[in-house]
Nanobody, 123 residues
Framework: QVRLVESGGGFVQPGGSLSLSCAAS????????VGWYRQAPGKQRELVAI???????NYTDSVKGRFTISRDNAKKMVFLEMNGLKVEDTAVYYC?????????????????WGQGTQVTVSS
């Protein structure tokens, strides 16, 4: 099994910054794509930022220029640097990682989610 644990959420005033981290553990052989998603109260979960298996980085329009996603495959970690936070960025942020892991049959793919970390932006 692959487990993801997010950290770094919290309360910040508008214009402030937060850094989220996501640590993956388990019998991981390789990591393909990674991403951060968020879900605000009463809304559907939406993509915030993603790094594809080919290394392409995409952001949702509302965070472009303010958020930066990065990854450290050797440490099995994913990061999201958030600057210029706005009230509308308030949500639970989830880490997503897809890759390959050891299985009883040798190798299997996985697509795992973290438990989420709350980010609250308010004055």
């Amino acid at each position: 099994q692959v487990r993801l644990v997010e950290s770094g959420g919290g309360f910040v005033q508008p214009g402030g910054s937060l850094s989220l981290s996501c640590a993956a553990s388990g019998s991981i052989l390789s990591i393909y794509g990674v991403g951060w998603y968020r879900q605000a109260p009463g809304k559907q979960r939406e993509l915030v930022a993603i790094i594809t298996s080919g290394g392409t980085i995409n952001y949702t329009d509302s965070v472009k220029g303010r958020f930066t996603i990065s990854r450290d495959n050797a440490k099995k970690m994913v990061f999201l640097e958030m600057n210029g936070l706005k009230v509308e960025d308030t949500a639970v942020y989830y880490c997503n990682v897809a890759g390959a892991r050891l299985s009883s049959t040798g190798r299997a793919t996985f697509n795992s989610w973290g438990q989420g970390t709350q980010v609250t932006v308010s004055s």
